[in-house]
């Protein structure tokens, strides 16, 4: 690759076409909650994610071999890709049982505190000090995970308080996934490559927890397949390896500011398509945790081009 066109992959500011792409994976990662939701009706959460894991491999796998994208030479990245994997398995095994006592809006809120973790773990492991402004959405997000914590209104069951902690460690996980592929090897690897080693490991990771969440198959319809199969294919199959392109494309603070739009779109989609009940409270906790990751996304009035 010539020298102008490796220029060509970074940019340093989120352009037009960066946008109209997160505010669509954005859209689809806060639908998935109810895919997910929809699809513990008919699998065992931990066997779901076993499927959607192996499925979504097999599927990049065959994309690699289609672009002859090399995966398999020694670069450095095993150590740091087994970590991702082990994450990334402990990650959606958290989201898919915590949706079991928990409702979708409420999850979306609680993984996607991502970014603030993010931001506390660059500060102290890669150097990225955190200002007094980034400090204050911290602290607004906060208030708005509190407030999701203190809605009694909108809590489905006695158990959801345990689904909003397994959403809320996942949102932590998720976060570490981050943490490990940029300040590792990872970070120049494919987009695809880096996936694999999560889809690879996070499957051999959970297969002996599949048993001790029940039965692997539920009450197995048409749409709960379709559910599961909707995530395998494009969220994760398509969604995740653009994701990780842009990551190495464009400003990961940059990217981080439309996060605010995937809880927004899980309260809006959960409250649509799943009558799930959405209290003032939650709108207001949503408001708060939008507020937080403006603030921690916000360039430095020095930093703004004249």
């Given at each position: 690759?010539?020298?102008?066109?490796?220029?060509?992959?970074?940019?340093?500011?989120?352009?037009?076409?960066?946008?109209?792409?997160?505010?669509?994976?954005?859209?689809?990662?806060?639908?998935?909650?109810?895919?997910?939701?929809?699809?513990?009706v008919g699998y065992n959460p931990i066997?779901?994610?076993?499927?959607?894991?192996?499925?979504?491999?097999?599927?990049?796998?065959?994309?690699?071999?289609?672009?002859?994208?090399?995966?398999?030479?020694?670069?450095?990245?095993?150590?740091?890709?087994?970590?991702?994997?082990?994450?990334?398995?402990?990650?959606?095994?958290?989201?898919?049982?915590?949706?079991?006592?928990?409702?979708?809006?409420?999850?979306?809120?609680?993984?996607?505190?991502?970014?603030?973790?993010?931001?506390?773990?660059?500060?102290?492991?890669?150097?990225?000090?955190?200002?007094?402004?980034?400090?204050?959405?911290?602290?607004?997000?906060?208030?708005?995970?509190?407030?999701?914590?203190?809605?009694?209104?909108?809590?489905?069951?006695?158990?959801?308080?345990?689904?909003?902690?397994?959403?809320?460690?996942?949102?932590?996980?998720?976060?570490?996934?981050?943490?490990?592929?940029?300040?590792?090897?990872?970070?120049?690897?494919?987009?695809?490559?880096?996936?694999?080693?999560?889809?690879?490991v996070s499957a051999l990771f959970v297969?002996?927890?599949?048993?001790?969440?029940?039965?692997?198959?539920?009450?197995?319809?048409?749409?709960?397949?379709?559910?599961?199969?909707?995530?395998?294919?494009?969220?994760?199959?398509?969604?995740?390896?653009?994701?990780?392109?842009?990551?190495?494309?464009?400003?990961?603070?940059?990217?981080?500011?439309?996060?605010?739009?995937?809880?927004?779109?899980?309260?809006?989609?959960?409250?649509?398509?799943?009558?799930?009940?959405?209290?003032?409270?939650?709108?207001?906790?949503?408001?708060?945790?939008?507020?937080?990751?403006?603030?921690?996304?916000?360039?430095?009035?020095?930093?703004i081009p004249a």
């Amino acid at each position: 690759m010539s020298d102008a066109a490796g220029a060509l992959e970074r940019r340093d500011s989120i352009d037009g076409f960066a946008a109209a792409v997160m505010i669509g994976l954005t859209f689809s990662w806060g639908f998935n909650q109810v895919a997910i939701k929809v699809a513990n009706v008919g699998y065992n959460p931990i066997f779901a994610v076993l499927l959607r894991s192996v499925i979504a491999c097999v599927l990049v796998l065959l994309w690699c071999r289609l672009r002859r994208i090399p995966l398999f030479e020694r670069d450095g990245t095993l150590g740091a890709g087994i970590l991702a994997g082990v994450l990334f398995g402990g990650e959606f095994a958290l989201i898919f049982l915590g949706l079991d006592f928990t409702t979708a809006a409420r999850s979306a809120l609680m993984i996607n505190t991502m970014p603030f973790w993010v931001l506390i773990g660059a500060h102290f492991l890669l150097g990225e000090h955190i200002t007094r402004l980034k400090l204050a959405g911290v602290a607004l997000a906060f208030c708005g995970v509190f407030l999701v914590f203190s809605d009694k209104l909108s809590v489905p069951g006695p158990s959801a308080l345990w689904g909003d902690l397994m959403c809320l460690g996942a949102g932590i996980l998720w976060a570490a996934t981050i943490l490990v592929i940029k300040g590792s090897r990872l970070a120049r690897a494919s987009a695809e490559k880096t996936l694999l080693y999560q889809l690879s490991v996070s499957a051999l990771f959970v297969v002996p927890f599949v048993p001790l969440a029940g039965p692997a198959l539920r009450d197995v319809t048409a749409l709960a397949t379709a559910s599961l199969l909707f995530q395998a294919v494009f969220i994760v199959a398509f969604t995740y390896v653009l994701w990780f392109w842009l990551m190495r494309r464009y400003p990961a603070s940059g990217l981080s500011s439309f996060a605010f739009l995937t809880p927004a779109f899980g309260v809006l989609c959960g409250g649509f398509l799943l009558g799930e009940t959405v209290t003032p409270r939650i709108f207001l906790a949503l408001g708060l945790i939008a507020a937080g990751l403006v603030l921690v996304n916000r360039r430095p009035r020095s930093d703004i081009p004249a």
